[in-house]
């Protein structure tokens, strides 16, 4: 071992791996090996209500023309694609507040949601969502969120972006 790396072993539920190096100086560095369960599911979620610029429905189908399911059938797992969500039945009212964008649009994508991942939950796979805008989170949250409840175990979630999203007042 070098200075400054330490390993340790890491598991959740779906997600087994170590903590091969964790490096504090002037930059952190952190590389994880790990394994997902070996059955993944796919599930488009081409949300494009909750932010205004208009593009996020394309993510799902940009995924599967990249080849996802090729690439981690590749790696070693058996991918099922269930498809697109489509969104419930909106539930027509105007935005709360001007601030809001697409309100009732998101609540009906995040209740459909909701339901997919608390299904996929329940057959012991490993669910990825491809998004779609930010907003998808509250349905797929919500819904991995109870089925951890109900299945007595700690909540674990992925997220993968293309940028940091941090935002400060």
């Known amino acids: ?5 330490r390993r340790v072993k890491v598991s959740f539920p779906f997600f087994k791996g170590r903590l091969v190096s964790w ?6 560095v952190l590389t994880v090996e790990f394994s997902l369960s070996k ?5 488009g979620a081409p949300v494009d209500s909750g932010q205004r610029t ?18 981690l059938q590749e ?16 539930a027509g009212r105007a935005a709360s507040t001007p601030t809001i ?8 994508w995040a209740k459909s949601l909701d339901d997919v991942a608390y299904r996929a939950m329940g057959t012991g796979r490993f669910p990825i969502f491809m998004g779609g805008d930010h907003a998808l989170s509250m349905g797929t949250v919500a819904g991995i969120a109870r089925h951890a409840h109900e299945a007595g ?7 993968l972006d293309a940028h ?3 935002h400060t007042p």
């Open 23 to 28: 490096r504090t100086d002037f930059q952190t």
């Open 75 to 90: 790696l070693g797992h058996t991918v099922e694609d269930w498809g697109d969500v489509t969104p419930a039945p909106v």
């Open 39 to 43: 059955k993944c599911i796919l599930v």
């Open 164 to 166: 940091s999203d941090v």
């Open 54 to 71: 208009q593009g996020c429905l394309m993510g799902p189908p940009a995924y599967r023309v990249a080849g996802i399911a090729s690439t």
């Open 101 to 108: 964008h697409g309100e009732a649009e998101t609540v009906a």
């Open 1 to 5: 071992n070098s200075p400054g790396v």
């Open 153 to 159: 175990r700690k909540l674990f979630l992925l997220w």
